[in-house]
């Protein structure tokens, strides 16, 4: 059975339609991208499996039906989400920002040891555990995201443009990060990037959307080698 399973799904912002019945499924502990350029949906995507857009169509969870759920609950199911832009809580502390991550958890010892484990990931953010968030630098900020969202202890993550404003070398350092969680905690990613080859290297399987529709689906390894996406998203 499919983690994650979209059919037909639709989408809008108010009477304007960005989703038209796109398929997509992932299983457990796997990594799935979604590439396409600016305006595809691929942001919409995650906001519907997130409950934050009007939909129609079919989104099952762990082969329940979350069309219909609140935020809120979707994220109690073990969905968290990475926005674009970070979300960051700006005003808060490092440790404020992570603990929030956890507000749905009721094991407090478990949510001590998650806390030391994402510094044991992120040793720079153990650095700056008391440290006003928003005096971070961009990366800092991104990975302070990611590990709040692990903070939910998910089953499913969905990361909008991780690797967005961050330097060559913190994206890799951040995706051999995310590629060890994916490891070692068998939490699967459901990934949105512009770096099509970043993307592509972590992923199992990749779609392509244009225009909010899924117009080539498969293994990273075959879209990898498909000359329309090398030539357009690849640069070669």
């Known amino acids: 059975m499919a983690l994650l399973e979209v059919k037909r799904l639709h989408a809008s912002y108010g009477h304007t339609r960005v989703?038209?019945?796109?398929?997509?499924?992932?299983?457990?502990?796997?990594?799935?991208?979604?590439?396409?350029?600016?305006?595809?949906?691929?942001?919409?995507?995650?906001?519907?499996?997130?409950?934050?857009v009007r939909t129609e169509g079919e989104l099952r969870f762990g082969g329940e039906s979350i069309a219909k759920r609140r935020t809120e609950d979707i994220a109690r199911l073990g969905i968290a989400h990475v926005p674009d832009g970070r979300g960051t809580f700006l005003n808060l502390s490092t440790e404020e920002n992570l603990r929030l991550g956890a507000y749905t958890r009721r094991d407090r010892k478990a949510v001590e040891a998650d806390l030391e484990r994402m510094y044991g990931y992120f040793p720079r953010l153990k650095e700056r555990r008391r440290q006003q968030a928003g005096t971070l630098s961009?990366?800092?900020?991104?990975?302070?995201?990611?590990s709040r969202a692990l903070m939910l202890a998910p089953r499913l993550m969905l990361l909008d443009e991780p690797s967005f404003g961050l330097a060559p070398l913190l994206v890799r350092e951040l995706f051999l990060i995310l590629r060890r969680i994916n490891e070692l905690e068998r939490v699967s990613l459901l990934l949105v990037e512009q770096n099509a080859a970043m993307a592509l290297d972590l992923a199992d399987h990749a779609y392509l959307m244009e225009t909010g529709r899924v117009v080539l689906a498969g293994k990273s390894s075959e879209l990898k080698s498909n000359d329309a996406v090398r030539r357009s998203y690849l640069g070669y």
Do not use: P, W, Y
Not at 37 to 51: D, I, M, P, S, Y
Not at 138 to 146: D, I, N, W, Y
């Open 19 to 52: 989703l038209h019945g796109i398929d997509f499924a992932m299983d457990e502990g796997s990594i799935t991208a979604l590439l396409g350029a600016n305006g595809a949906g691929k942001t919409t995507t995650l906001r519907a499996v997130c409950g934050m």
């Open 138 to 146: 961009g990366g800092e900020q991104q990975m302070l995201a990611v």
